[in-house]
């Protein structure tokens, strides 16, 4: 997989998004257009411009996050599991299970289960060592950073997930929760 990965990844990093970088562009001139003398009608003219453009810039993200040179594969494995992350096509992480699945079959002599071995969209939750494994969606979410500056979360951000019946099934495995039924209901 090291290997793998050496010949997949593609690009430095992620190419500006050129909406954002032409809004950015158009909000300096305004910005600079403010600093010399104009009627209040003119600057109100263009505080209301620049409030529109703030509105738009903040809703896209400042790297294209659909560029095409930059791909990336990441891989978790724990005893005969493994998950592969990929940053690229349908088409890129197809080709990868076809060739890791020939690898496993001529090299190890193994099979992958097909039941278990799925491509999954990131932003629906993959099955992985009991945990769910899914990437955030696309939000315009700001909040404010621990330096107090005030950011952006497009999301792209792998969360790792435990459902509610897993851990109550683990702590009455533990003897540290016991669930009994009142009236029909579970409590």
Same mark, same amino acid.
Request: with cysteine.
């Given at each position: &997989?090291?290997?793998?990965?050496?010949?997949?990844?593609?690009?430095?990093?992620?190419?500006? $998004? /050129?909406?954002? !970088?032409?809004?950015?562009?158009?909000?300096?001139?305004?910005? $600079?257009? +403010?600093? !010399?003398?104009? @009627?209040?009608?003119?600057?109100?003219?263009? $505080?209301?411009?620049?409030?529109?453009? $703030?509105?738009?810039?903040?809703?896209?993200?400042?790297?294209?996050? &659909?560029?095409?040179?930059?791909?990336?594969?990441?891989?978790?494995?724990?005893?005969?599991? =493994?998950?592969?992350?990929?940053?690229?096509?349908?088409?890129? *992480?197809?080709?990868?299970?076809?060739?890791?699945?020939?690898?496993?079959?001529?090299?190890?002599? +193994?099979?992958?289960?097909?039941? /278990? @071995?799925?491509?999954?969209?990131?932003?629906?939750?993959?099955?992985?060592?009991? =945990?769910?494994?899914?990437? @955030?969606?696309? *939000?315009?979410?700001? /909040?404010?950073? !621990?330096?107090?500056?005030?950011?952006?979360?497009?999301?792209?951000?792998?969360?790792?997930?435990?459902?509610?019946?897993?851990?109550?099934?683990?702590?009455?495995? +533990?003897?540290?929760?016991?669930?009994? !039924?009142?009236?029909?209901?579970?409590?």
């Amino acid at each position: &997989m090291k290997r793998y990965k050496e010949n997949f990844d593609e690009g430095k990093k992620r190419h500006v $998004n /050129k909406e954002y !970088k032409e809004l950015y562009d158009r909000r300096q001139r305004l910005q $600079n257009k +403010l600093d !010399k003398e104009l @009627t209040k009608i003119e600057k109100a003219d263009i $505080n209301k411009e620049l409030e529109e453009i $703030n509105r738009r810039h903040f809703s896209i993200p400042c790297l294209n996050p &659909m560029d095409e040179s930059f791909k990336r594969i990441q891989y978790v494995r724990y005893a005969d599991d =493994f998950i592969i992350g990929v940053i690229g096509s349908k088409s890129d *992480s197809v080709k990868i299970k076809e060739e890791i699945s020939k690898f496993i079959e001529s090299k190890l002599k +193994l099979e992958l289960s097909n039941e /278990k @071995t799925l491509i999954t969209k990131t932003t629906d939750k993959a099955k992985f060592l009991g =945990f769910d494994i899914r990437v @955030t969606p696309r *939000s315009n979410h700001t /909040k404010r950073t !621990k330096a107090g500056i005030k950011a952006r979360n497009f999301g792209g951000h792998v969360r790792i997930e435990v459902s509610t019946s897993t851990i109550q099934k683990k702590l009455v495995e +533990l003897g540290a929760l016991r669930i009994k !039924k009142y009236d029909g209901k579970k409590v």
